[in-house]
């Protein structure tokens, strides 16, 4: 797998979940899994171990001098990561930017990372499929396809390119092709070109032999103009070979009976430590004590309009007519942060913010809230949610993408039109139904659901194994 991301060395959002958890999970079902990162500067490399030093990546005329690093991780050990270490590319503060301004050669940081997968595969860890994630892995098809197309080492080799958030596309300047070290046909729309530019998502969505998505009604969504962000197109015309595949969750590191993080477990038979997790979050957050018998509403997130902040914007008022509280954590665009500060300045006592990373906190807030609130405008999978059920946190969502596909009406609350209207009746909905039978009857089956990761491990093996033509 090759990635810019994966739990728990590198992380700012679903996709490390993915990286983090699926390979263990292959491994179980007899794939044999490695992952290739980036060696950003946040990760160490006491606790790792030099395998193998490139005599340099040529991109044209530019050599980038690159080793390779096995970090050891976990016990049992875990599938292997390959840090792909290049201190002038990747050791900085930031993954992709700082400030909120993307680096200016990320189109080199992640060719590089591309050919230093290709390194990995040829001298470290013998590759059948190269499994590549969102726009930071998207040059390694087209390497493969064009550099490498008749390289006896990866003639076999096929491709699957996983896109876990179209909104993300890797757009840069012309130029950047030739600075890659691409071949220059690959500039046409029916390639890597999108209106001028060059596209690095459309590297793994023109020349991967495969394609995914997380769930399978993102899948759908992402060939119509509406979700398809430009590239609905690009898509349909591979419709043949996209799928959408459900994320499953690490239930190791998400589960209210084992959670180390928060201040009492719990379960399904015996729900007390829920209430001790919510006495406390409230404290923590400086809310009122009064707030015990009402719905506190929890949300994690980050905070931009993808996730839905500009209805909330819109339906605050409505909603904080009502008795409800709300904590929320996350980070994002300076402007939803500033409505997230705002909101709690508008109403004192009734909503306490955040703004940071933080994951135990991102824990107490899943188990101690009685609602997860994610009015997401488009959601590929969402992880949250899916966490929300397990910890007996009523969600509360937009029916689209993932949301739509983990949350049912019986498990969650859920609304179709992304209008502030409509998110204050399903917020309203579950207030409503809050504390009767039915609302304990509601956690108790969402809490029952079952999202772990064999499932999608299954689904991804059987993928594999059909790319190489074994099924
Ligand atoms: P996305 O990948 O679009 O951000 P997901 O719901 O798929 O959304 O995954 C988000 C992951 O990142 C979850 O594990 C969530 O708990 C975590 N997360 C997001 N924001 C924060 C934050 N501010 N602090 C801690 N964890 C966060």
Redesign the pocket.
Known sequence: MVSSEAAPLA?T???A?VVGALPAALRELGDDVAVVIPRYGSIDLKKARRVYDSPGIHLGLVRHSVSIYLAELGDPPQPPIYLVDCPPLYARKGFYGEAGVDYPDNHVRFAVLARAAVAVARYVFQTEVFHCHDWQAGLVAPYLRTTYANDPTFLGAKTLFTI??LGYQGLFPKTALAEADLDPALFVPEGMEFFGQVSYIKGGIAYADALSTVSPTYAREIQTPEFGFGLDGALRARTGVLTGILNGVDYSQWNPETDPHLPARYSAADLSGKAVCKEQLLREFGLPAEAMNRPLIGM???FTR?KGADILVEAAADIFAQDVYLVA???GDPEYEEFFRSLASDFPGRVAVRI????P??HRIEAGADMFLMPSHYE?????QI?SLKYGTVPVVRATGGLDDTIEDGTGFKFREYSAAALSGAVRAAVAAYGGDSWRETMRRAMSRDFSWTVSARAYSALYAKLLGRV
């Open positions: 992380k959002g679903g996709l979940d876990h958030n994690v997130s980050r993808q954590l996350g980070t940071g990373f933080d994951e906190l991102a590929p999978c969402g992880l949250n966490y």
